[in-house]
């Protein structure tokens, strides 16, 4: 596949950035979208032009770091993929493809297509946690009964990658979906209720002071989410919300 690439281009954090447009030829259509930024960039060096920064680690869509905007779409057209996972198959021969860093006032863009998600980091510092007694007399996790249907929602909103998707995608900025997750992998389960009250108020308190906007019940999070995070768990979230702000003394 012969591709035109539109892709923005930024030097650092204060650079006001541009698009800039690439050609870049002989793409399989069975290589991956990153697959084929490596071709761009390995044809960017023999030209003496800086290869294309952008995020990525584990390429299976596990860890959420690729976090490109194509054509338009988080994670690009196909539907419970993040970008490692996206097939050059979803594209024509001949197409041009426009690809744009994750945007959010609370993702600023670092370099190119790369951008700043420690805003996530510091949520899940300020409550997405258990605190776990290992005096020794510690009982193990094996022995506390968990129904099935609740350890299945626990596992349906552990299944967050933190990847943003949702931010990049929500008019609002919103992260609500990526905190009521966080929050809702705990609520369910008897190890996290010690902190719950705690835990919800801190998250949407600290979600908050980093800026990210409100849901106003869009649903364009679940959509593009790679991994299918239910709204339900933001209607969960907010009655815990509510519930820890009528009831706990903070
Ligand atoms: S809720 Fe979905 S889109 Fe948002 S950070 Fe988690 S995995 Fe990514
Ligand atoms: S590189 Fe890890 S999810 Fe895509």
Same mark, same amino acid.
């Given at each position: 596949?012969?591709?035109?690439?539109?892709i923005?281009? /930024?030097?650092?954090k204060?650079?006001?950035?541009s698009m800039?447009?690439?050609p870049?030829?002989?793409?399989? *259509?069975?290589?991956?979208?990153?697959?084929m930024?490596?071709?761009?960039?390995?044809?960017?060096?023999? /030209?003496?032009?800086?290869?294309? &920064?952008?995020?990525?680690d584990?390429?299976?869509?596990?860890?959420?770091?690729?976090?490109?905007y194509?054509?338009?779409?988080?994670?690009?057209?196909?539907?419970?993929?993040?970008?490692? /996972?996206?097939?050059?198959?979803?594209?024509?021969?001949? *197409?041009?493809?426009?690809? *744009?860093?994750f945007?959010?006032?609370?993702?600023p863009?670092?370099?190119d297509?790369?951008?700043?998600?420690?805003?996530?980091?510091?949520? /899940? +510092?300020?409550?997405?946690?258990?605190?776990?007694?290992?005096? !020794?007399?510690t009982?193990?996790?094996? &022995?506390?009964?968990?129904?099935?249907?609740?350890?299945?929602?626990?596992?349906?909103?552990?299944?967050?990658?933190?990847?943003?998707?949702?931010?990049?995608?929500?008019k609002?900025?919103?992260?609500?979906?990526?905190?009521? &997750?966080?929050?809702?992998q705990?609520?369910?389960?008897?190890q996290? +209720?010690?902190?719950?009250?705690?835990?919800?108020?801190n998250m949407?308190? +600290?979600?908050?002071?980093e800026?990210?906007?409100?849901?106003?019940?869009? !649903?364009?999070c679940?959509v593009?989410?790679?991994k299918?995070?239910?709204?339900?768990?933001i209607a969960?979230?907010?009655?815990?919300?509510?519930?820890?702000?009528?009831?706990? *003394?903070?």
């Amino acid at each position: 596949m012969d591709l035109t690439l539109k892709i923005w281009r /930024q030097k650092d954090k204060n650079d006001k950035g541009s698009m800039e447009t690439y050609p870049v030829t002989g793409i399989s *259509e069975h290589a991956s979208f990153l697959e084929m930024l490596d071709v761009l960039n390995e044809q960017l060096i023999t /030209q003496g032009i800086e290869p294309v &920064a952008f995020d990525h680690d584990c390429r299976e869509g596990i860890c959420g770091m690729c976090s490109l905007y194509i054509n338009g779409e988080a994670h690009g057209p196909d539907r419970r993929v993040t970008t490692c /996972q996206l097939h050059m198959r979803m594209f024509k021969d001949g *197409e041009t493809i426009h690809i *744009e860093p994750f945007r959010s006032g609370s993702f600023p863009v670092l370099k190119d297509l790369v951008v700043d998600r420690s805003a996530f980091d510091r949520i /899940q +510092q300020s409550g997405g946690f258990i605190s776990v007694n290992t005096s !020794g007399n510690t009982q193990d996790a094996n &022995a506390v009964p968990i129904a099935k249907p609740m350890a299945d929602k626990a596992m349906d909103a552990a299944t967050c990658i933190g990847c943003g998707a949702c931010v990049a995608t929500c008019k609002n900025s919103s992260a609500m979906l990526f905190v009521a &997750a966080k929050v809702s992998q705990f609520s369910y389960l008897p190890q996290g +209720q010690v902190e719950r009250k705690q835990r919800v108020l801190n998250m949407v308190d +600290q979600m908050d002071k980093e800026g990210f906007g409100n849901c106003t019940n869009t !649903g364009a999070c679940e959509v593009e989410c790679p991994k299918g995070i239910s709204l339900e768990f933001i209607a969960r979230m907010n009655k815990d919300y509510l519930t820890a702000s009528i009831t706990s *003394e903070k």
